[in-house]
């Protein structure tokens, strides 16, 4: 409760050690070091090797994890101890919101292969020296009907799928991906809100 990183022991079998201090936590370094090493039991078990028993203490916390000791060198003492730690943390994460506005009669284009029509013959002219597109290449309807087979009136409609951010000198900074691409129609006005952990 001090946040100084002390692990006060709370609760135990044997009460007068409750409110020792059992080891500290390093927050910079992500440890935890345990350096209580009175006995939390008068139990004796084999948890240093299979010859000599010793109380259980803070020193022991989670032995045969990754020292080399196992059922074959502690016995039956080994399968008996359990160990467990839960924690929960908190840290501060600042946030820069963007808005990305995309007005009525903006943001009608796309330059995604499927926004023209499949088939289409792009280039009208094309050479060593020049390259002209044609400029009757229409745009594949994606309006959808009310009925099967049939394609509704034309409206110019486009799918957002990324947002592009750049700097104040149109350097590209990052693009944001939509989960779920975004119907933009030509009379809307949509908004999209962008958060960043900085």
């Known amino acids: 409760t001090k946040e100084n990183g002390e692990l006060i022991q709370v609760s135990g079998t044997i009460a007068s050690n409750n409110g020792k201090v059992a080891g500290v936590v390093l927050y910079d370094e992500g440890f935890l070091m345990l350096t209580g090493s009175w006995n939390l039991s008068s139990t004796k078990l084999y948890l240093r090797d299979s010859t000599t028993r010793v109380n259980p203490s803070w020193l022991y916390f989670g032995v045969g994890s990754n020292d080399g000791l196992n059922q074959a060198a502690l016995g039956a003492d080994y399968i008996t101890a359990s160990y467990n730690i839960n924690f929960k943390g908190f840290n501060e994460t600042q946030v820069m919101t963007m808005f990305a506005h995309a007005g009525r009669g903006q943001v009608n284009y796309s330059n ?19 390259y002209e597109q ?55 006005d949509i908004s999209f809100k962008l958060k960043l952990d900085i």
């Open 112 to 130: 995604n292969p499927s926004f023209l029509q499949h088939g289409q013959n792009m280039l009208e002219y094309t050479s060593s020296r020049s």
């Open 134 to 188: 044609r400029s009757d290449i229409k745009i594949a309807n994606t309006v959808s009907s009310s009925y099967t087979d049939y394609s509704a009136s034309f409206k110019r409609q486009v799918y957002v799928s990324r947002i592009a951010i750049y700097d104040d000198f149109r350097n590209l900074m990052g693009v944001a991906t939509l989960s779920k691409p975004v119907l933009k129609e030509e009379g809307q």
